[in-house]
């Protein structure tokens, strides 16, 4: 199992989008923790689970919230680059990867 280390933008994001949904209902902000979570364990004990995706990276996809987890693998840890909504532009956060 790999070590899941965030980026601080994308850290940002999740909790953005945990305190969104939470303003909607408190149940669905734990959900889309509790399912973040999971998906980054995922990619943790897994490294090569998630799907190819651009420059180098690869994703996995909670299972019910618009949101791909963006990671690099590297030796020693996943690197979550951006919890990248389906609806925003694709590859907004590929500068972040050259940092951290």
Known sequence: MKAVRFHDAARAELIDEIKYYASISPNLGERLANDIEQATRLASEFPDVGLPYKYGTRRVLPRK???SVVYLVRESEIYVLALAPFSRR?????AR???G
């Open 65 to 67: 919230f618009p949101f």
């Open 90 to 94: 694709p590859g907004y956060w590929r």
């Open 97 to 99: 990867k050259n940092y």
